[in-house]
């Protein structure tokens, strides 16, 4: 999947971008209309650097939205424009939308779809325009643009998904990694990135996953990143003080290793290979993905492939128990075998993709994990040794950031703040497990006219009192229960009669 980090029409962004190495980039023609008053034509190969990949959108959802006021003559003029900027730059770009103006009409849009260049441009499907139309486009289309607002509807991601084996999709605007694992996305472009600057959020690769953080809560995030950002290269004291190129560098390096990881969660039939120059094309340095069919690959094959054995996810095993249970229906008491699900540790972790590869001291190159977890919690004793062990765990880190307070002057972190409260919890679990005992309680109640029963006659208000004393100081069976109205009786048994 190619990821297009758009809002490269400014200046500032793109020399970023460039200084960083990124592969795609996108522009905005709209955009570039704000800024450029085009007196002369503006060259996308002077600048942009050869070996970027530049994707060209027309900008229509600027457009497109609600309350916008232009005039038809007007929005005529600016696609006439986009034309020739189109053409004038041709060789230079990898991609570009159609100018999709829907205050124009369908109509309109799909007559301009005549003049489109075959290899490099990408028409956009409109929600409101239902799917019927989609699948007619792709039909006739081999580039297919979807908003992702159209994306949010999860009835559509079954026929996307269809599409995606025989078109190429394009996402625009996407900032939902679960989106764009939903389907065989071809190509992505989103300006979310940008948000490290323009809105005050952050965004931290964690190792396996990206966390994104508002305004609000930056602060919390970058000290609960701090070393993960410190090992990265990035200087946290330029990011506590919201300069935005290093909070756009932060962002940059986030997105490309969460883009990596959907890349290798999209394994099964796609493959990154290098396609040649579409014609009309001098540009060969761009490497973009091929949607590579299952298929395809399995043409060929002389014998269809045989039926995999079903086995455990690692990290889960089961193990036989003995069940007794009473029948409901004869009332006998019986036995069945059972299983029961364990936790173990996977053992699938190898050091070449796991995140702390620079760091480990055992790290060695296509070899699997040299640490185990061997975690076992079945009876009370472990369940308290376990409680010991976290407790002890979440108490060096309420130390060590308590350490980290005081350096930095005092400041309350509300991180550290959190992690007490957490320890306070552990610690109140362990006191109540140690001192769990067992109650047992009766309540008793009884008319004054109902019949006075044995518990009565023991608990009650209206018992005989205590049973008289023995000469000896004791209680008799034989009086307890005389006093009680039971009669000590004999069981005989009766002789079998003959008849």
Not at 21 to 44: A, E, N, T
Not at 374 to 395: F, G, H, W
Not at 445 to 472: M, T
Request: glycine share 6%; with cysteine.
């Amino acid at each position: 999947m190619i990821f297009y980090f758009t809002g490269t029409e400014i200046p500032s962004h793109r020399t970023l971008c460039a200084a960083e190495d990124v592969p795609h980039v996108g522009m905005s023609y709209m955009g570039l209309r704000r800024r450029v008053k085009f007196s002369k034509p503006w060259s996308i190969a002077e600048h942009y650097p050869p070996q970027q990949s530049v994707f060209l959108d027309s900008g229509c959802h600027t457009l497109n939205r609600a309350g916008v006021e232009v005039t038809t003559e007007e929005i005529q003029d600016i696609a006439d424009h986009y034309d020739q900027f189109v053409e004038q730059n041709i060789d230079r770009v990898q991609a570009y939308t159609e100018f999709d103006a829907l205050p124009m009409g369908r109509d309109w849009i799909e007559a301009r779809r005549r003049h489109l260049d075959p290899h490099k441009s990408i028409v956009v499907w409109h929600e409101e325009w239902g799917l019927d139309t989609l699948k007619r486009m792709a039909d006739t289309y081999p580039y297919i643009a979807v908003g992702q607002g159209t994306c949010g509807d999860r009835d559509i991601i079954p026929t996307l998904r269809s599409l995606s084996r025989t078109i190429r999709l394009h996402g625009m605007g996407f900032s939902s990694p679960p989106l764009m694992l939903s389907a065989d996305w071809y190509s992505v472009s989103s300006t979310t990135w940008l948000s490290a600057a323009q809105h005050g959020e952050t965004f931290v690769w964690t190792g396996s996953e990206m966390k994104r953080y508002p305004a609000r809560y930056k602060t919390q995030a970058r000290k609960r990143h701090r070393t993960l950002i410190t090992g990265a290269g990035f200087d946290t004291d330029l990011i506590d003080a919201d300069d935005a190129t290093e909070n756009l560098r932060l962002s940059l390096w986030s997105w490309r290793h969460q883009i990596d990881h959907i890349t290798q969660r999209h394994g099964n039939g796609v493959t990154a290979t290098a396609l040649p120059p579409t014609p009309g094309n001098t540009e060969s340095s761009a490497t973009p993905v091929t949607a590579t069919t299952h298929e395809a690959q399995n043409e060929g094959a002389t014998q269809p492939p045989a039926t995999r054995v079903k086995r455990l996810l690692p990290g889960i095993e089961t193990e036989e128990f003995t069940h007794r249970y009473t029948d409901q229906e004869t009332g006998e008491r019986k036995t069945r075998t059972e299983h029961r699900i364990n936790a173990v540790d996977p053992g699938v972790r190898v050091c070449d993709g796991c995140f702390l590869a620079q760091k480990c001291p055992e790290y060695q190159p296509g070899e699997s994990c040299a640490y185990e977890m061997p975690v076992r919690v079945r009876t009370k004793e472990q369940y308290i040794a376990l409680l010991d062990s976290m407790i002890s765990m979440q108490a060096m880190r309420v130390f060590s950031m308590r350490m980290s307070e005081e350096v930095e002057g005092g400041y309350a972190d509300p991180n550290l703040s959190s992690e007490m409260d957490r320890l306070a919890k552990f610690v109140k679990l362990k006191s109540d497990i140690e001192e769990a005992g067992f109650t047992f309680s009766m309540k008793m109640q009884s008319k004054d006219n109902a019949e006075v029963g044995l518990i009565s006659r023991l608990f009650g208000p209206k018992s005989d009192g205590p049973p008289a004393l023995s000469p000896a100081g004791t209680v008799s069976a034989q009086d307890a229960l005389g006093q009680m109205g039971i009669m000590d009786a004999e069981i005989v048994e009766e002789p079998e009669r003959r008849e």
